[in-house]
């Protein structure tokens, strides 16, 4: 509901022919479209080539038999994208393919490099050019440099890994190799599973699911895993202190998946108990936003016995090319979308809860739409602490002017979305989710605290938090 | 699951100048778009004269924001459609607009006439020409014929409605009025609405909630409602015995309608209380099949204690395009559009609960998917009675050979799925989906028991129960 | 250049299995799309259904191979469609396919029926509704009528062909026959040619070459030809003074098609040596405006001794979504369409031929044009008789207001189109072109005269002349 | 026939505001579209960025009201391109937008390096990365490179001619210049002209007239001319023997354009006439093959006093999607696109013109098409001299065993193509066709001497003499 994760990448080395990879290569891109609606792509090595196949469009929109068929290999890498550039995002879809003098490389990466533009303006004076606004051009350049004077692919890799800094997930293809990085904080999720002898990585264990492979381990934050045809190795960069993203399980991840050995579900039913523990309230029903909101509820249902309803019906009709009302209709709109279950509701005390508060105009026109049918009270409880800071590692968390709790105390808050009473899950409580101790920390809770995991190393705030130079 | 509703339909009469009527018909639509994806349209009327736009596909896919500014008018219907035949549906989209003696109207309708091939036979023995395979152009001919020598339109219908024989929800739109007509037996839903001093009919009650219209009370059996610049007014038609269509409290609507007065999310949840009081089983969570069996399984958890959780993510960002496995990668197609949560369900005694089960293969994938995941039993549970016979009023079921209840005993069925209890609705309880005491029926429940509402009148049976020729 | 023809049709009967029979039909009417670029259609006999696919724009961007190669039958009927109507037109594509009681019938046509308001007037008293605006509905409605108290479909058709009036040129395709129908007038061409023992109608010989079937010979005025399994036979209706359109010789027709004996190139060649003799000019070069322009051309120099040469460039490229040039722009939009070749042209005095004149500003910047490359005379010579008369038999000729030599005399007109002579083909002399001595007239010229050939018959006024109801 | 022209460039930099340039670049590349049919695209520079529009497809495909609109700048610079590789072209479509470390540069360029693998193999070397295999992508890395250490970005593109090897007309858009440079031998057209006080550079002289803007002179071999907001100036790089390209006169440009001071069409009309003088024959008619070999045909007939008449009719709807016949129907294939004209040719002894011959087979069915139609005899004059090397430059010509003139004398060519004679122009005479006297040379006549221009500073033949690495 305002925050968006930016990509989802997957790959597959085949030792048994590459029949039928690119399919698998759709089937996991299409599980892991929740990380990215805007663009995808997929490439394939192709006989000491690389082709691929990009566009705007979801992975149901993009391929199809004929142009899926026509992508023939043995090792593959997709990409789902979100942006919120205009115009010229069709030049960003990834994965992107690059022809250098060792031959030729595609990228597939999600998340967003700190120190990019310092990275950038460097290879600029060394005369480079960029066609794109994405960081994996940046990182392409650099493995393409290195790779002229490293023995393999994947020690250029790890010399790039040296120098680039922030969160990410990479898959790099060369005609024979099928690497996956992940960035040593672990912030970005990555997996690696099996299928029929095959190696295959993805950003959620979902991804495996959907092609049929099984879980094998997560990729450890700054390894390097090698597929070939001699089988998978792994190269340690150092790491750093692990960080991964909180909101991962907050939001972002597919409720299936299984992120550093926690289960995602799990999280958000813990979320909502701790909500209950935090800001108990008498009421008849407890009802959740859909779809992010409602396994929080389920949590909170548990923790305090209030029965768990159904409070909305979302439309899940709505595609790309949904009409938005028109100013005049916008009171209302957000009935498009959800709609609430006008029996459910009526002449209750409604607990409500959501995952986030971005603006805060979201949540205050369905606290509203639930006065209209007939709750007699809605409190609000969100589970996750409030945004206070920018994301730098590939979310796109609007700047801090607009985010609400930037400026305004709860209670504010409470009375601008029209709630009898709200909370938000205590940021102390992080470590719950990912079942630490008390005191414990493995995560990154920087767009809470602030407290970015590679602050001492530098940001590029240039960079603005977000992965195109554009924004 | 297999079964499908076969129309939506959407109209409104504006007497405030017609500003965004085409819009308000697109939201209209876009909430009825459970009930038909195949194609969909809008007809206005504009200067005497009636524009219609259908095409194949989505509301969101069809419309844009050129092509619906240019449907001007101060009346307007639409209609979302789904259809089994292959490649000549396009001429089958509706509305039907015609031209005939006295001028144009265009018709939209959901449901299927029983006698509609003797009705066609008859009109063609007259000379009658048809394009399409729709029950509409036979409607449409039968009120030009009539309307010839009928003082008005609404007249028309109501000496057609003598003549046909079925389930009915039928919008009529002159250049002039907007009639909505019911089957006598209400087999079909309709409702009427307000927005803002113009009539609104829907087919249920959400698609006044999305076009910000308010309900003013459902459509009779048999009745007639005309709106034109005089405002409302009704007429009757003999009604006959009220027979509701049950299965649209079971798994058509969508459960933020009411139809006929009764919430169809209540009767859901209690079907899901009823499971459990004629099936009672001893497990440690409930699930439900998304979305048709979430809400049986928060009733079965509400009657029983046991705790309900979710089971499964479901894609939804499957469309129409999307690429099926092949035969070989079949054996998991369905962890694409839907994979269990393992976390939840692991070690577990499972209660799954689903809407029908028509064929049992897609069940069976499900209840595979569960063992797979861990689930230590899995007891099904079905919140209507097992399917044994044709419907004739518009609904796409199977050929009975495909029913998987015709030829098989429960226990059977129980052990091909692979469950380890199964459990249907009681079909002598059905009455207490909408509220009724025992030996009291006001539905159709002909799908499980063979009564049909008509059958006294005779039912087409080359007709087949569909509403196509073709099939 | 602002006259349009409405339709070319194409049909084939095939004895020999029918293997390829839909791609001859595409390149039969690709042949004709001069005929009609707006809508194209072709429909098969299928096991005893008819399956047709249609839609708005050109034979080559509405069929590709995939659906080219599921229209499968032993007789396929095909149609292309100019039309001046706007957003309602994809229904209003052929071949029309209607059910009727004794089976389904397809029917493609070329032409306008005169007394169509008065005969669909008829059929709605009779309670006929109509869902396009197109003529062939009207005669399928007719032709269903009778069809089912007359032994045949043939029988059938020649019934009809006594109460219609006009210009047609008419395929009728049952699921075993194949017939062709021309008016008595012969007002609209129609050949027969076989392929390979197969029997097929075009109303151009030219689609016959495209397709590599022989010419047979024309379908003679007021004649039924029937092809079916027993091969091909007439049937004649009473023939009336015979009266073929003019104009598909001036400039509807393929300069390659010969239609009725007479070849379309020879009489344009002809109509340029007549130009000469009644219009002698003292000049340095002659032209013609492409493409139409460009035979007349031919003949003015061969019967005057000065040299013909290419005077214009015409961009080919420009297609249906060609972007026209604003207002600002329009002063030199004709450059982009049409471009002078100035070494060419500049410092001679210029004689340029064009087919017609319609409103005068088309040709006065091409004249203007001419000057600007340095032309120092621009002598007009027109290959047809002034524009005076509306036609009634299916071409898009202006309203009379807007026909410039309604209200000009030619010296009028040729000073607004800044030509230093002009000169019109005599419209006595017309017979020359179809090989006629003096005094005989096999032609309708009533676009020049009034001299309407059904004028005694009644002509439908209300009609407008067009094909169409909305025009 | 056979033989292609790579592209089409075409510039334009406002002083008045910049209003409709876009549509200005969409006139003056449709009426480029010759020279390039699969992709195409325009550049702007908007507010210190450039946007950039390209897509597979014509420009009328390309291009409509909404996205030209939004091309807003006052630079622009557009593209057509030709290219015989398959899928991976949208990769490769112009212009190039490339950002460095000086900001953004874009680029748009028909023509070939023939040192092109040399110098992106250098460029590798340091570390630079390709996604794309046009030559585009090395010239904007060299300019990049040099432009980081020099004053300005036309310094910049003076030191890259003075390393690139071969024939281009390029065009480079930085946010505030455009530049535009010709290569040291003219090879390729590139003129300049005015509009409305705008600078304007186009391939052809028929896009300046397409866009209403006046001719002002050719661009010269090497020179450089840069366009801002203080007008005009000109740097001159040395130039070497001028050699344009001959074959821009005999097929590749318009008839209506001038290059380099000769008009198209009138070298088109000499060839005719060269070749009476050389080849004379007895025949009653002089016809040319459309569109190209039409004017030769002229030239002939005027030298001959043989009359000249229309020999066929050429099909111009045939596009991008047309279906090809399949391998039965190919015999005749030839008569869908191309018709001869029956009664223009039978009985007739014909002189047929066209302007080269490269496989052999097209002719061969034309040939045979003429003598059907019963042309007696068939005298085939071709306006160039026969095809013998590959051309480095950029234009398409395919490899030389596939050339019929290797392999074969004119007399066993005359026999393989079914002619009763056959004369080639005499490459003797080339001369004549751009007006110089005997034993002068001004032009690039390679592909029929192996005469190159550049031979002395090396070709680098790797490259294949294609434009693109994956020929």
């Given at each position: 509901?305002?925050?968006?994760?930016?990509?989802?990448?997957?790959?597959?080395?085949?030792?048994?022919?590459?029949?039928?990879?690119?399919?698998?290569?759709?089937?996991?891109?299409?599980?892991?479209?929740?990380?990215?609606?805007?663009?995808?792509?997929?490439?394939?090595?192709?006989?000491?080539?690389?082709?691929?196949?990009?566009?705007?469009?979801?992975?149901?929109?993009?391929?199809?038999?004929?142009?899926?068929?026509?992508?023939?290999?043995?090792?593959?890498?997709?990409?789902?994208?979100?942006?919120?550039?205009?115009?010229?995002?069709?030049?960003?879809?990834?994965?992107?393919?690059?022809?250098?003098?060792?031959?030729?490389?595609?990228?597939?990466?999600?998340?967003?490099?700190?120190?990019?533009?310092?990275?950038?303006?460097?290879?600029?004076?060394?005369g480079a050019i960029f066609q794109t606004t994405v960081d994996s051009e940046v990182i392409a350049y650099m493995?393409?440099?290195?790779?002229?004077?490293?023995?393999?692919?994947?020690?250029?890799?790890?010399?790039?890994?040296?120098?680039?800094?922030?969160?990410?997930?990479?898959?790099?293809?060369?005609?024979?190799?099928?690497?996956?990085?992940?960035?040593?904080?672990?912030?970005?999720?990555?997996?690696?599973?099996?299928?029929?002898?095959?190696?295959?990585?993805?950003?959620?264990?979902?991804?495996?699911?959907?092609?049929?492979?099984?879980?094998?381990?997560?990729?450890?934050?700054?390894?390097?895993?090698?597929?070939?045809?001699?089988?998978?190795?792994?190269?340690?960069?150092?790491?750093?202190?692990?960080?991964?993203?909180?909101?991962?399980?907050?939001?972002?991840?597919?409720?299936?998946?299984?992120?550093?050995?926690?289960?995602?579900?799990?999280?958000?039913?813990?979320?909502?108990?701790?909500?209950?523990?935090?800001?108990?309230?008498?009421?008849?029903?407890?009802?959740?936003?859909?779809?992010?909101?409602?396994?929080?509820?389920?949590?909170?249902?548990?923790?305090?016995?209030?029965?768990?309803?159904?409070?909305?019906?979302?439309?899940?009709?709505?595609?790309?090319?949904?009409?938005?009302?028109?100013?005049?209709?916008?009171?209302?709109?957000?009935?498009?979308?959800?709609?609430?279950?006008?029996?459910?509701?009526?002449?209750?005390?409604?607990?409500?809860?959501?995952?986030?508060?971005?603006?805060?105009?979201?949540?205050?026109?369905?606290?509203?739409?639930?006065?209209?049918?007939?709750?007699?009270?809605?409190?609000?409880?969100?589970?996750?602490?409030?945004?206070?800071?920018?994301?730098?590692?590939?979310?796109?968390?609007?700047?801090?002017?607009?985010?609400?709790?930037?400026?305004?105390?709860?209670?504010?808050?409470?009375?601008?979305?029209?709630?009898?009473?709200?909370?938000?899950?205590?940021?102390?409580?992080?470590?719950?989710?990912?079942?630490?101790?008390?005191?414990?920390?493995?995560?990154?809770?920087?767009?809470?605290?602030?407290?970015?995991?590679?602050?001492?190393?530098?940001?590029?705030?240039?960079?603005?938090?977000?992965?195109?130079?554009?924004?």
């Amino acid at each position: 509901m305002g925050i968006h994760e930016e990509c989802g990448v997957f790959g597959i080395f085949s030792r048994t022919g590459g029949n039928g990879i690119s399919q698998s290569c759709y089937y996991g891109l299409f599980a892991l479209q929740h990380r990215g609606q805007e663009s995808c792509g997929i490439a394939v090595n192709d006989d000491g080539k690389i082709t691929c196949l990009k566009d705007m469009g979801l992975v149901g929109e993009v391929f199809n038999h004929d142009n899926l068929d026509k992508l023939k290999g043995t090792i593959a890498i997709g990409h789902v994208r979100y942006s919120t550039t205009g115009s010229s995002t069709k030049d960003n879809a990834q994965p992107l393919v690059s022809q250098y003098v060792k031959g030729t490389i595609s990228i597939a990466h999600n998340g967003n490099l700190t120190n990019c533009n310092t990275l950038r303006k460097e290879l600029e004076d060394n005369g480079a050019i960029f066609q794109t606004t994405v960081d994996s051009e940046v990182i392409a350049y650099m493995v393409a440099g290195v790779r002229s004077v490293s023995p393999s692919i994947e020690d250029a890799v790890r010399s790039v890994m040296e120098k680039i800094e922030g969160g990410y997930a990479l898959l790099v293809m060369s005609p024979r190799k099928l690497i996956a990085a992940r960035d040593p904080y672990g912030l970005k999720p990555l997996v690696m599973g099996e299928l029929n002898g095959d190696t295959v990585f993805a950003s959620e264990t979902c991804a495996l699911s959907a092609c049929g492979a099984s879980f094998i381990r997560d990729v450890e934050p700054g390894e390097i895993v090698i597929a070939d045809d001699d089988g998978v190795h792994s190269v340690m960069t150092p790491a750093r202190k692990r960080a991964g993203c909180i909101f991962e399980y907050i939001y972002f991840a597919r409720p299936d998946s299984i992120i550093d050995g926690v289960s995602v579900y799990e999280s958000r039913i813990k979320a909502g108990k701790l909500l209950y523990e935090q800001h108990p309230v008498d009421a008849d029903i407890v009802i959740g936003v859909p779809e992010s909101g409602l396994d929080a509820a389920l949590g909170f249902s548990q923790a305090s016995g209030i029965p768990y309803v159904k409070g909305f019906v979302k439309n899940n009709y709505i595609g790309r090319t949904f009409i938005k009302p028109s100013q005049e209709q916008r009171q209302d709109s957000v009935r498009i979308k959800l709609n609430p279950i006008e029996s459910a509701v009526k002449g209750k005390r409604v607990v409500m809860t959501d995952d986030s508060i971005v603006r805060g105009t979201t949540i205050a026109n369905i606290v509203r739409m639930l006065r209209q049918a007939g709750a007699l009270e809605v409190h609000v409880r969100i589970s996750s602490p409030p945004f206070l800071y920018p994301c730098y590692y590939g979310t796109d968390v609007p700047s801090r002017e607009k985010l609400i709790a930037v400026k305004h105390t709860i209670p504010q808050i409470c009375q601008m979305i029209g709630a009898d009473s709200l909370g938000y899950l205590d940021v102390n409580s992080l470590h719950e989710l990912t079942g630490l101790k008390e005191g414990q920390k493995n995560f990154c809770d920087a767009c809470f605290t602030g407290d970015y995991p590679n602050a001492e190393y530098g940001i590029d705030l240039l960079n603005g938090g977000g992965e195109d130079l554009e924004k």
